[in-house]
């Protein structure tokens, strides 16, 4: 038997800080990276697929190539990332699955992708989905060792020592590119399309300007948060949006809030939805009068927040000029 493509993979639902080992002792935690997900059929004739079953092979032909050349057939569940000097580049990443033929080949030399592999869901035609994960990876350390795989494969840091997992949320270690952790069971199976992992994000709190909302200005139901543009144009530019607001924010805000006047900066422009979509966001802009204090994890692009954040509270103590990103 074979597994073939398209697989769902197995899923993670996001938990506030690391639960304990508990008695039992049975988890074990690995560091989540930013990247794309890539499951990785090894094969004479490899494909790999996205987390939505999309074939990235022709985005990425180093990939394809270690893939096929790896000396066994295996299917893999990794993170697809792309190393910048300083840290993984996320944008770089988004940039190369655009790219096909000649431009994916010179795109593969100056910005090289890599696969951190942390599950191992077949082996020489031997499906491993039903065994508990300690024997996964097992063979998954197995394999690295045999092959003397490097670059660009990576085996995905795990441990069993909470300690060393609460380091992963080190909001230095997002500026690297590690998101936070992985968080799973010892003994588990992988389950297709299960949201049966737990995941930790790094989380850091910062300052934006509320210049915009969608729902009503008396009402907000989300806020549009920017800062100065750091280039001196005077322009405003859009940092985060919030998650749903309390009820209890909701009022608060609604009763400091300002609708905006025929020049605010953002009047006339369009912002998506959500990452990665075109669908326009209605929103109403606000007098940018007001700081806010917000939490996010530490998947930050080009001074944006790909998720949205958590308000906080206002600054009353900060004016809009004292916003820096």
């Given at each position: 038997m074979h597994l073939s493509p398209p697989l769902q993979p197995m899923l993670a639902r996001s938990v506030e800080g690391l639960p304990s080992p508990g008695a039992s002792g049975r988890l074990v935690y690995e560091q989540k990276v930013d990247g794309f997900r890539a499951l990785v059929f090894a094969r004479p004739a490899p494909f790999i697929q996205s987390r939505r079953g999309a074939d990235l092979g022709p985005a990425f032909p180093e990939i394809m190539r270690a893939a096929s050349e790896l000396g066994v057939e295996a299917v893999l569940d990794a993170e697809l990332v792309v190393w910048a000097g300083r840290g993984l580049d996320f944008t770089a990443l988004q940039q190369r699955a655009r790219r096909r033929g000649p431009s994916a080949e010179r795109a593969a030399a100056t910005s090289p992708a890599h696969l951190v592999v942390f599950d191992l869901l077949e082996l020489s035609g031997t499906v491993l989905m039903d065994q508990p994960l300690a024997r996964r990876r097992a063979l998954l350390e197995e394999l690295f060792t045999t092959r003397r795989l490097s670059a660009p494969w990576a085996l995905?840091?795990?441990?069993?020592?909470?300690d060393v997992?609460?380091?992963?949320?080190?909001?230095?270690?997002?500026?690297?590119?590690?998101?936070?952790?992985?968080?799973?069971?010892?003994?588990?199976?992988?389950?297709?399309?299960?949201?049966?992992?737990?995941?930790?994000r790094s989380r850091t709190t910062a300052e934006g300007i509320i210049a915009a909302v969608t729902g009503t200005v008396r009402a907000p139901q989300t806020l549009l948060?920017?800062?100065?543009?750091?280039?001196?144009?005077?322009?405003?530019?859009?940092?985060?949006?919030s998650t749903p607001l309390s009820r209890s924010a909701s009022a608060q805000l609604g009763?400091?809030?300002?609708?905006?006047?025929?020049?605010?900066?953002?009047?006339?422009?369009?912002?998506?939805?959500?990452?990665?979509?075109?669908?326009?966001?209605?929103?109403?802009p606000v007098v940018p009068e007001l700081v806010a204090e917000f939490t996010?994890?530490?998947?930050?692009?080009?001074?944006?927040?790909?998720?949205?954040v958590r308000y906080l509270r206002v600054r009353e103590d900060m004016a809009p000029s004292d916003v820096h990103t």
């Open positions: 995905s840091p795990q441990t069993t020592d909470q997992a609460r380091t992963w949320l080190d909001p230095a270690w997002g500026a690297v590119g590690v998101e936070g952790a992985m968080i799973k069971d010892f003994g588990g199976r992988y389950r297709p399309g299960d949201r049966g992992w737990l995941k930790a948060l920017g800062s100065p543009d750091p280039a001196g144009t005077g322009r405003l530019r859009l940092i985060a949006r009763a400091a809030l300002h609708p905006a006047g025929p020049d605010h900066p953002w009047r006339g422009l369009r912002f998506s939805a959500g990452w990665g979509t075109s669908e326009p966001l209605a929103f109403r996010g994890d530490t998947a930050v692009d080009g001074g944006r927040y790909r998720h949205p």
